[in-house]
């Protein structure tokens, strides 16, 4: 009967060291990233950017989903602004950084032209850090294997603050 015990007591030993190894969590500082890094990881090419919301432009309203970018000539001086951007390209790459070849003085400021970037808030905000630290965050509106699009709020020197949304296509 003495031989028995320590045999049970073996295999209960045995038993939870395996449950325990089974249990055990990844490690922390590389949490498995989900498949929207996939779809977001690469090149992509400003497709335009639209209004997300109605807006007033003197006696017209302007419907959501209308383009700024058509519009820029109607817009004086501030229009030149949005004009610069239509030929800029994202890069982001797969180590968590980002470049910009283009202008981002009005349309993202804060992130400026080069950074970090990373999925935030269950994927669903993409966080651009700028090289300086400053971090800049924007609503995923969709992305998928050939689009994406970014809500963007953007102040228009001298005229208004406009929730705005950048269309990005895949190259």
Known sequence: MRTFIPGKLLILLVAVNL???????????????????ELVTGDWK????????????????????TSIIALAPLLGP?????????TNIYKFNTD?????????????PTAGNTGTWKLDVHDAVFLLTSAAGENDPHWIET????????????????????????QLQKQ
């Open 19 to 37: 449950f325990a190894g089974a249990c055990k969590k990844k490690d922390a500082t590389t949490p498995e990233k989900s498949e929207k890094y």
């Open 96 to 108: 968590g950084s980002f470049a910009i070849d283009g202008c981002t003085d009005l349309i993202l």
């Open 143 to 166: 992305v998928n294997a050939t689009d994406m699009s970014l809500s963007i709020t953007v102040t228009v020197p001298g005229v208004a603050t406009i929730p705005l949304i950048l």
């Open 78 to 86: 501030a229009g030149e602004l949005f004009l610069c951007t239509q």
């Open 46 to 65: 400003q497709a335009d950017i639209v209004f997300a919301v109605p807006v007033k432009l003197g006696p017209q309203e302007i419907p959501a989903g």
